[in-house]
């Protein structure tokens, strides 16, 4: 199974951006997902996970109310909105997937995570 990240790109204090991440090689439905991110010196933060299905999400204390993750599993592919960037949302982003067993768990934990994609810079200007 392999995962492609994108959509990262610079925007300002206050903007949006969306990031995909889609998957290959495997049923995508089978996989709770979710989304990292690690600032330079940072340690690598938590920032969204969904089920299987879609029907539960959870999110980093940092980005509630500002990001929404949701999934289209007819196109294998994850999605990140981030509204309201602020300059300490800089990063990379990282997507991951983990096979899970009911269609409402949702990981936090990175190591839980077995695939991992290449990673997208975000950037936000104050």
């Known amino acids: 199974v392999q995962l492609q990240a994108s959509g990262g790109g610079l925007a300002q204090a206050g903007g949006s951006l969306r990031l995909s991440c889609q998957l290959f090689?495997?049923?995508?439905?089978?996989?709770?997902m979710g989304w990292f991110r690690r600032a330079p010196g940072k340690e690598r933060e938590f920032v969204a996970g969904?089920?299987?299905?879609?029907?539960?999400?959870d999110y980093g204390d940092s980005v509630k109310g500002r990001f929404t993750i949701s999934r289209d599993n007819a196109k294998n592919t994850m999605f990140l909105q981030m509204n309201s960037l602020k300059p300490e949302d800089t990063a990379v982003y990282y997507c991951?997937?983990?096979?899970?067993?009911?269609?409402?768990?949702?990981?936090?934990?990175?190591?839980?995570?077995?695939?991992w994609g290449q990673g997208t810079q975000v950037t936000v200007s104050s």
């Open positions: 991951a997937a983990v096979r899970a067993s009911t269609n409402t768990v949702v990981f936090r934990r990175a190591d839980y995570f077995g695939t």
């Open positions: 090689g495997q049923i995508f439905s089978r996989y709770s």
């Open positions: 969904i089920s299987r299905s879609g029907s539960d999400t």
